[in-house]
């Protein structure tokens, strides 16, 4: 059976954790900045995971995590 390729996009785009789950940053932080609060843009920075119902389709797209 042939190699499965990385979609690049999604490789840089997601890590996993030690635990095996996927960690993502947070959308809504490249502009229009001036009309959301600091508290709101302060927590955009943080990373996040990624939802269980997302999770599937992730891995199938980057087979080699």
Not at 1 to 18: E, W
Not at 26 to 51: E, F, G, M, V
Request: net charge positive.
């Amino acid at each position: 059976m042939a190699k499965l390729k990385t979609k690049k996009a999604a490789a840089k785009r997601f890590k996993v954790t030690g635990t095996g789950k996927l960690k993502r940053m947070k959308a809504y932080k490249s502009h229009i900045l001036t009309k959301k609060s600091p508290k709101r843009k302060r927590n955009l920075r943080k990373s996040t995971i990624t939802d269980a119902t997302n999770v599937k389709t992730m891995k199938k797209v980057m087979p080699y995590l």
